[in-house]
Structures are given as structure tokens and as C-alpha cells.
């Protein structure tokens, strides 16, 4: 592991990657930074004192590395609101208004026809079912069926 801890900045780079504006606890007021490789390294200061030789990290670098550890976390998102998973089942019926045009969907007077203008009926009936009356959380949303088109 590589580790760079500059308390100045708030700075902890690990394996390259740096949060800085971190905060932690402990860290005496004469350090300038902290340079680790693998399994030791020196600690430099800022008041003339000569680079001190590590084999372990002392607990400040320890909770600066902790918090680097928070700032790397991901946050989970937030499920949907209902008024999201409204807003997404108004767009999936805009995305197949199309189907119920009867140009569309009536042999007698389109060439080709969408043979399977049932199975989007049954589709936008679920979606609707949300559009209507909205839930909060993550949905499972019913598959769209895909276009049949049949000539004569």
C-alpha cells in the first residue's frame, strides 16, 4: 500500500487515489506529511525536526486512513419517490401511445398491422396502474412487449 497523509490539507492519498478536506483526530501540530510504501516509511515535519524512520503507522495516520476509508465508501441511492416512479410510468405510456392509434393496429386499414397490439394493452394497463396511483420504492416494471408486425 502506498500512503501519502498531508494533515495540513486534510489530504490521505491511497494507492493514488486522494480525498482531501478530510478530518481526524491526533495529529501532532509539527507534522508537514506522512510517506508510506508498503511496510514502512518517514514522517517529515515542519518545525526542523529531522524525518523520523516508520515500520508502523501511528494511530493518527491510522484515523487519517479511516477517514479516507468514509470518503471511499459509496452511498447507496435512494429508492425512487412515488412521484419518480410516476413520472417514469408517464414516460413509458408516451413510448407506446403509438400502439393504440388504429393505423396502426387495424389490419383493415394498415399494411402492416402490429399483430400484437393485446400484449401492449396488457403492458400499458400495468404502467397505468402506477401512473395512477403512484408508489414509492424500487418497482419492478412490467417487460415491453416487443413489435409483431404482420403484412398481407
Known sequence: MQLTIIPQ???VYENGLCYDNLIWNGTPLNVHALQWQNDSGWIEFND???NE?????PQWALNAESAWEV???PVAPL???AEENKQTAILLLQETDWTELPSVSNPEISNPYLSNVNEFSQYRNEVRK???NPIAGDLIWPKMPNENWISF
Open 53 to 57: 524512520t516508520i515500520t508502523k503507522l
Open 130 to 132: 402506477v401512473a395512477i
Open 71 to 73: 470518503a471511499n465508501t
Open 48 to 50: 526542523g525536526t529531522p
Open 9 to 11: 490539507d486534510g489530504a
Open 79 to 81: 429508492p425512487p419517490t
